[in-house]
C-alpha cells in the first residue's frame, strides 16, 4: 500500500550525529518531491527541508541550515536526512512527507499530502 | 517569513456543534494554505488543500474557506472522531510554516 516508513531515530550526545531515513512504497518515489517536518514534545509543527522530485532542489529552515542535509535515493525508494552538530533543541519526532501531487507541476498539490509515522530523535548527554 | 496564527488555541465543543478554527498569516499568500488533523500519537493528516479544496475521503462536513491573509476551517456537525489538534500550513513560500495549532476538546 502507499507509505511511508521512517527510522534511524534514538538517542544521541549533543554535537553528534545521525542519519534518518523514509522509505516510500505503493507509488512511484521519483515523481514527488518530499519533505521532512519535525515536531518538539508536546509542541507544534515545524518544517525542516525540501528536496525536488529529481534531486536538483534543497531548501532548509534557518534552523538547521547548515548542518542538516536532504538527499534522496530514487533506485532504493529512500530519502534521508543527514542530521550533524545535533543540539538539544533538535528533540523532536521527524516526519517524512510527500507532496500531495507529482512533478510539482501544479502549485495546489505543494501541500503535505502523504505522512509517515515519524521517529523519534533525543539528543541528550 | 510568514508568521500564521492561528485562534483560538484551545476550543471546547459538544457533538453535533459546528465549529470554526481561524489562521491569519502576516503578509498575502494567495490560497496556498491547508489544513490539518493531528491525534495524540499520530501522524498528521491532511484534511483541505489550496484554502477551500477538500482532500479526497475527507468527510464533507470539513470545509475551508478564505484567501490573502485570512482563512477558516469549518466543521459543520462534529463527530466523536474529530476531537483532535488542528493545524494551519503555508506553502506561498519557504519556509513553508504553520500554526501554532487548536484543540479541540469535548464540552
Known amino acids: 500500500q502507499v507509505q511511508l516508513v521512517e527510522s534511524g531515530g534514538g538517542v544521541v550526545q549533543p554535537g553528534r550525529s545521525l542519519r534518518l531515513s523514509c522509505a516510500a512504497s505503493?507509488?512511484?518515489?521519483?515523481?514527488?518531491?518530499m519533505h521532512w517536518v519535525r515536531q518538539a514534545p508536546g509542541k507544534g509543527l515545524e518544517w525542516v527541508a525540501i528536496i525536488s522530485y529529481e534531486g536538483s532542489n534543497k531548501y532548509y529552515a534557518d534552523s538547521v541550515k547548515g548542518r542538516f542535509t536532504i538527499s534522496r535515493d530514487d533506485s532504493k525508494n529512500t530519502l534521508y536526512l543527514q542530521m550533524n552538530s545535533l543540539r538539544a533543541e533538535d528533540t523532536a519526532v521527524f516526519y517524512c512527507?510527500?507532496?500531495?501531487?507529482?512533478?510539482?507541476?501544479?502549485?495546489?498539490?505543494?501541500?503535505?499530502?502523504?505522512w509517515g509515522r515519524g521517529t523519534l530523535v533525543t539528543v541528550s548527554s | 517569513d510568514i508568521q500564521m496564527t492561528q485562534s483560538p488555541s484551545t476550543l471546547s465543543a459538544s457533538v453535533g456543534d459546528r465549529v470554526s478554527i481561524t489562521c491569519r498569516a502576516s503578509?498575502?499568500?494567495?490560497?496556498?494554505l491547508a489544513w490539518y488533523q493531528q491525534k495524540p500519537g499520530q501522524a498528521p493528516k491532511v484534511l483541505i488543500y489550496?484554502?477551500?479544496t477538500l482532500e479526497s475521503g475527507v468527510p464533507s462536513r470539513f470545509s475551508g474557506s478564505g484567501s490573502g491573509t485570512e482563512f477558516t476551517l469549518t466543521i459543520s456537525s462534529l463527530q466523536p472522531d474529530d476531537f483532535a489538534t488542528y493545524y494551519c500550513?503555508?506553502?506561498?513560500?519557504?519556509?513553508?510554516?504553520f500554526g501554532q495549532g487548536t484543540k479541540l476538546e469535548i464540552k
Open positions: 505503493g507509488f512511484s518515489f521519483s515523481d514527488y518531491a
Open positions: 503578509q498575502s499568500m494567495s490560497s496556498w
Open positions: 489550496k484554502a477551500s
Open positions: 512527507a510527500r507532496e500531495g501531487g507529482p512533478y510539482s507541476s501544479d502549485r495546489s498539490d505543494w501541500y503535505f499530502g502523504l
Open positions: 500550513q503555508q506553502y506561498s513560500r519557504y519556509p513553508y510554516t
